[in-house]
């Protein structure tokens, strides 16, 4: 089973910038997408961010042009640096397979961004 520790989440005025990271277990990483995911107080948890083992990158409007989702496969890490942040942002923030989730979630991270 694969598991999955999301870090450096925190609070954040509006228009600073966080990078977060996702720790994953499992030789499944090499070859798996990955996502972020978030899920806002109330709201439903949905996708942010997706890349590929070929590299390529899929975005959320709302993200579009302000985050950037990278990996490291010698450290089996997939990283979200997120720029411009804005209040909306503020939500709790997952990691997982991309585009279909398959494994059980980590704890996320929790981003807050301040007026």
């Known amino acids: 089973q694969v598991q999955l520790v999301e870090s450096g989440g925190g609070l954040v005025q509006a228009g600073g910038s966080l990078t977060l990271s996702c720790a994953a277990s499992?030789?499944?990483?090499?070859?798996?997408?990955m996502g972020w995911y978030r899920q806002a107080p109330g709201k439903q948890r949905e996708l942010v961010a997706g890349i590929f083992s070929s590299g390529n990158k899929n975005y959320a409007d709302p993200v579009k042009g302000r985050f950037t989702i990278s990996r490291d496969y010698a450290k089996n890490t997939v990283y979200l640096q997120m720029n411009s942040l804005k209040p909306d942002d503020t939500a709790i923030y997952y990691c997982n397979a991309y585009p279909v989730t398959r494994w059980n979630w980590g704890q996320g991270t929790q981003v807050t961004v301040s007026s």
């Open positions: 499992g030789s499944v990483f090499s070859g798996a997408a």
